[in-house]
């Protein structure tokens, strides 16, 4: 249970950071990281880690700048702002004081990692109350079936941890403390980037006399403390409490909003099959993809049968091996009907001539 609530973490913390970070410059050569698929009966059945390795190497390290400044590129393009008009751009220096006082030096890391500790540091606190190492850990250091340990009461495993691993609750609260630490370090990066977009933000949409005000409130004993506060506040528990208060309202709505989803589409129509297109919608589509034009009626008839079936099936109380299982057999019959299509080239090439006929008859 620990190691997956770590993980998820950790994973959500470099989606949320992925973007900025790249885009920050740094002396340290990239690391390439490369996700590796662990096949079920090697995870832990209480785990669902994603394991990553480095793979950066003097030969890959071209590779891997060339595919950071790719990414960088791509990602700066898509979240690129507005410029500041000439007005903005007057007001900038005196933003640059307001967002000083509201992001000072040190304190989104300081904020962020506030967040992460008052969201995991009841669920660690309950998970170290189970009584020592999991089922899924003593099963991996024992090498027994998972079975053998389930058996296990909580006294007894507590037993197990004090003789496996004296120093267990230490070491898992070193592994806690350090995603905290890791949280203030990777968003103290992200820091001046925030304070920049911010003084970026107040410039736009305050006048220069309201940005002289808030400059003014900062000065005062109580403008000092909200400005310093003011980000904490968003990470204190009292916030979190109270936002995890809500979730079963958030619960309840969900329905609401997966209904919203399927139906936004209502009204349009739906997209055109094989059939559907024209002859030269037929031939350039094919053109494109790299495939005779029976390939890909053949692939396309064969992905809506696929879909419509997919759509009788329930599947609500498949495991995963079931999923995996149908999704591996799916990819069969389509490689095979990929296969066998590929023999009626010759007889596409007079198809292809009689819908060319069509087309300069109905011109």
Do not use: C, H
Not at 245 to 250: A, F, G, K, R
């Amino acid at each position: 249970m620990k190691k997956l609530l770590i993980s998820t973490a950790l994973g959500s913390l470099a989606a949320v950071s992925a973007q900025p970070v790249m885009a920050q410059e740094s002396d340290t050569p990239p690391v390439a990281v490369s996700v590796v698929r662990i096949d079920d009966a090697d995870r832990d059945a209480d785990t669902d880690e994603v394991w990553f390795e480095d793979d950066s190497d003097e030969a890959g390290g071209k590779d891997d700048a060339m595919a950071m400044a790719m990414v960088t590129a791509m990602l700066s393009s898509m979240f690129e702002a507005e410029p500041l008009t000439a007005e903005a751009e007057a007001r900038l220096p005196l933003a640059n004081s307001v967002a000083a006082s509201l992001v000072p030096e040190g304190i989104y890391g300081e904020m962020m990692g506030q967040m992460i500790d008052s969201f995991l540091a009841p669920i660690f606190k309950m998970a170290n109350t189970e009584g020592g190492m999991s089922t899924s850990d003593l099963a991996t250091y024992t090498g027994l079936a998972q079975e053998t340990v389930e058996a296990l009461t909580d006294e007894q495993r507590a037993e197990l941890t004090d003789i496996f691993d004296p120093v267990y609750q230490s070491r898992e609260q070193a592994k806690f403390d350090g995603i905290i630490s890791g949280v203030n370090t990777l968003f103290g990066v992200l820091e001046p980037g925030v304070r920049d977009g911010l003084a970026r933000a107040y410039a736009s949409k305050f006048e220069a006399s309201e940005l002289a005000e808030l400059e003014s409130f900062f000065a005062t004993p109580v403008g000092a403390k909200y400005a310093s506060q003011s980000l904490l506040l968003n990470a204190d528990p009292q916030v979190i409490s109270g936002m995890m208060d809500t979730i079963p309202s958030l619960i309840e709505k969900l329905p609401m909003l997966t209904e919203s989803f399927e139906n936004a589409a209502d009204g349009l129509p739906e997209p055109r099959r094989y059939d559907d297109l024209t002859p030269s919608e037929q031939r350039r589509a094919a053109e494109m993809l790299g495939i005779d034009q029976s390939t890909l009626r053949e692939s396309m008839a064969a992905a809506e049968a696929m879909e419509e079936e997919a759509m009788t099936i329930d599947m609500s109380d498949w495991s995963d091996e079931d999923l995996d299982a149908a999704a591996d057999e799916a990819a069969d019959e389509i490689d095979a009907d990929s296969e066998g299509s590929m023999d009626s080239s010759e007889a596409d090439e007079g198809e292809s001539f009689e819908e060319a006929m069509e087309d300069v008859g109905g011109e």
